[in-house]
């Protein structure tokens, strides 16, 4: 029989909170993320808003949508924001070379977007154009939109619409600088950084989060070249991007969303679990030049990233996301709440319809993918206090390789409730832990859980709830111990109270 797996529930810092942007997604112009996703095309019945709809909103709205990060993405170093804003008929196209090379008319321009924002009640996190844009053309975006001077700027901000300023404090330089954004040197880049940072100013009320674009993987190198050149007070934030692809290759097949056997189960599991070195990795090196960790390491594109949906258009990046997908997405988050002293933000790619989704389309109808589940389950860590947990795993072993079976978080609330999630990676066995709370004073526990019958279950839009929350009956107050039964291939999250 299966040893019990024993935990402690540990006090920790009071003062380390879980930051709620680690919760935080992103919305591309990529494929039908923001037209046909966020967007409604011009025949939908969808409800909406504008052109927004708004089922879509209703549905992030339940998860709290810290954070939103547009336009891009590879999209953002080609984008021009001034073609983007006045009257939608008079927006210039461009091509988006990028992704499918569609036609972009614009009508999803900045006022569209932080509308957007405003229903979902999120902080936009804008990127700047570094790549193919100019250090005039970024400091006028940040002016038309924060400033609230007589400035042909601004007057063209009010006669567009919005007299008071936006105040939009979150803004990325850049993304993916050593890529899509423009094929540059740490070295180079972190002085192209230092100029454009320069012109990113605050106006009154609005101090800038002046965010680095930070390396891709483990390179090491861009982390530290990053740090060593670029002075810590005109930086609040790094990140980093890192994906989780079910082969591990960026050539050739990444791996299927949709009817894979364990083989592909436990190599995207293992390669998801890689997060917690990469993740230490670079903090260890932002460490050495920023004890105090004032600067945030923003994990700004993570997820899992598959070959496309057969017979979709390989340039949309359109995927099925499985239970595989949401233990995924439970396993990252407790590494990210797990480094939540440097973690301070991350974005899921992406929100709709494009890659890791928390929700697909098809036409008016929508549906909610696994991953979804686990946002919703987790969002009780947002700004919650970080409770540091000891315990060891049993292995899940596959062929002559073994990962941790078992991964999980915690944190206690405002109102001094306990959370924990945890994720069983095991698709044939449960678990059973049993857990210490000492300090904890608690009565009940309650909890939900995420599983379904197979690894690769999914939802449709014809069945829908196929992957689905459900009430957790698993978890019992022994004495002053939490024992626990976990399901195989399962997310849980339990409250104490
Ligand atoms: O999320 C899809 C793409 O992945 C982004 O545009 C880019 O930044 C990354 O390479």
Same mark, same amino acid.
């Given at each position: 029989?299966?040893?019990?797996?024993?935990?402690?529930?540990?006090?920790?810092?009071?003062?380390?909170?879980?930051?709620?942007?680690?919760?935080?997604?992103?919305?591309?112009?990529?494929?039908?993320?923001?037209?046909?996703?966020?967007?409604?095309?011009?025949?939908?019945?969808?409800?909406?808003?504008?052109?927004?709809?708004?089922?879509?909103?209703?549905?992030?709205?339940?998860?709290?949508?810290?954070?939103?990060?547009?336009?891009?993405?590879?999209?953002?170093?080609?984008?021009?924001?001034?073609?983007?804003?006045?009257?939608?008929?008079?927006?210039?196209?461009?091509?988006?070379?990028?992704?499918?090379?569609?036609?972009?008319?614009?009508?999803?321009?900045?006022?569209?977007?932080?509308?957007?924002?405003?229903?979902?009640?999120?902080?936009?996190?804008?990127?700047?154009?570094?790549?193919?844009?100019?250090?005039?053309?970024?400091?006028?975006?940040?002016?038309?939109?924060?400033?609230?001077?007589?400035?042909?700027?601004?007057?063209?901000?009010?006669?567009?619409?919005?007299?008071?300023?936006?105040?939009?404090?979150?803004? $990325?330089?850049?993304?993916?600088?050593?890529?899509?954004?423009?094929?540059?040197?740490?070295?180079?880049?972190?002085?192209?950084?230092?100029?454009?940072?320069?012109?990113?100013?605050?106006?009154?009320?609005?101090?800038?989060?002046?965010?680095?674009?930070?390396?891709?993987?483990?390179?090491?190198?861009?982390?530290?070249?990053?740090?060593?050149?670029?002075?810590?007070?005109?930086?609040? $934030?790094?990140?980093?991007?890192?994906?989780?692809?079910?082969?591990?290759?960026?050539?050739?097949?990444?791996?299927?969303?949709?009817?894979? $056997?364990?083989?592909?189960?436990?190599?995207?599991?293992?390669?998801?679990?890689?997060?917690?070195?990469?993740?230490?990795?670079?903090?260890?090196?932002?460490?050495?030049?920023?004890?105090?960790?004032?600067?945030?390491?923003?994990?700004?594109?993570?997820?899992?990233?598959?070959?496309?949906?057969?017979?979709?258009?390989?340039?949309?990046?359109?995927?099925?996301?499985?239970?595989?997908?949401?233990?995924?997405?439970?396993?990252?988050?407790?590494?990210?709440?797990?480094?939540?002293?440097?973690?301070?933000?991350?974005?899921?790619?992406?929100?709709?319809?494009?890659?890791?989704?928390?929700?697909?389309?098809?036409?008016?109808?929508?549906?909610?993918?696994?991953?979804?589940?686990?946002?919703?389950?987790?969002?009780?860590?947002?700004?919650?206090?970080?409770?540091?947990?000891?315990?060891?795993?049993?292995?899940?072993?596959?062929?002559?390789?073994?990962?941790?079976?078992?991964?999980?978080?915690?944190?206690?609330?405002?109102?001094?409730?306990?959370?924990?999630?945890?994720?069983?990676?095991?698709?044939?066995?449960?678990?059973?832990?049993?857990?210490?709370?000492?300090?904890?004073?608690?009565?009940?526990?309650?909890?939900?859980?995420?599983?379904?019958?197979?690894?690769?279950?999914?939802?449709?839009?014809?069945?829908?709830?196929?992957?689905?929350?459900?009430?957790?009956?698993?978890?019992?107050?022994?004495?002053?111990?939490?024992?626990?039964?976990?399901?195989?291939?399962?997310?849980?999250?339990?409250?104490?109270?």
């Amino acid at each position: 029989t299966a040893q019990t797996v024993q935990m402690t529930v540990q006090a920790g810092d009071p003062k380390l909170q879980i930051s709620k942007h680690i919760y935080g997604h992103f919305a591309e112009h990529l494929g039908r993320c923001i037209y046909g996703g966020f967007w409604a095309d011009k025949d939908s019945k969808a409800p909406q808003q504008g052109r927004i709809r708004m089922d879509i909103v209703e549905a992030l709205k339940k998860i709290k949508v810290p954070n939103l990060r547009w336009p891009g993405g590879c999209f953002a170093d080609t984008y021009h924001w001034h073609d983007g804003v006045g009257p939608t008929a008079q927006r210039p196209k461009m091509l988006n070379l990028w992704w499918g090379n569609t036609l972009e008319d614009n009508s999803f321009g900045t006022h569209e977007f932080l509308e957007l924002c405003n229903l979902l009640g999120t902080e936009p996190y804008l990127a700047a154009n570094v790549g193919s844009g100019t250090v005039q053309e970024m400091s006028n975006w940040m002016e038309y939109l924060n400033s609230n001077e007589d400035t042909p700027m601004v007057l063209e901000r009010r006669a567009n619409g919005h007299p008071e300023p936006y105040k939009v404090s979150w803004w $990325g330089i850049g993304n993916e600088s050593w890529g899509c954004g423009g094929n540059m040197t740490a070295e180079y880049y972190t002085d192209v950084y230092k100029r454009y940072a320069t012109f990113a100013h605050n106006y009154p009320g609005t101090p800038l989060k002046r965010i680095v674009s930070g390396a891709n993987g483990d390179d090491a190198h861009w982390t530290e070249t990053c740090m060593k050149n670029i002075p810590l007070n005109q930086m609040w $934030g790094l990140t980093l991007h890192q994906y989780t692809l079910p082969t591990g290759s960026w050539s050739g097949s990444k791996g299927k969303a949709t009817g894979f $056997g364990e083989d592909q189960y436990f190599s995207t599991l293992r390669n998801c679990l890689k997060m917690d070195a990469v993740v230490s990795k670079h903090a260890a090196i932002m460490d050495k030049y920023d004890k105090d960790k004032k600067v945030a390491l923003l994990v700004d594109e993570w997820g899992v990233w598959t070959d496309v949906e057969p017979g979709t258009n390989p340039g949309f990046l359109y995927q099925q996301n499985s239970l595989r997908d949401a233990l995924v997405a439970g396993t990252t988050l407790n590494i990210f709440n797990n480094h939540c002293d440097r973690v301070r933000g991350a974005n899921l790619a992406q929100a709709v319809n494009v890659l890791q989704a928390v929700i697909l389309t098809e036409k008016d109808k929508m549906l909610l993918t696994p991953t979804y589940h686990v946002f919703d389950l987790y969002q009780v860590h947002q700004d919650a206090q970080y409770l540091p947990l000891q315990f060891s795993s049993p292995d899940y072993a596959f062929g002559n390789e073994k990962i941790p079976a078992l991964n999980a978080s915690a944190s206690k609330d405002a109102k001094g409730a306990v959370h924990i999630s945890l994720v069983n990676l095991d698709p044939t066995k449960a678990l059973t832990l049993e857990t210490a709370l000492p300090g904890v004073t608690w009565k009940t526990v309650t909890g939900r859980v995420l599983t379904s019958a197979k690894i690769n279950d999914y939802n449709t839009f014809e069945k829908p709830n196929t992957v689905a929350l459900a009430a957790f009956n698993g978890a019992k107050k022994r004495g002053d111990k939490l024992a626990v039964t976990l399901p195989p291939k399962s997310v849980v999250v339990l409250e104490l109270k």
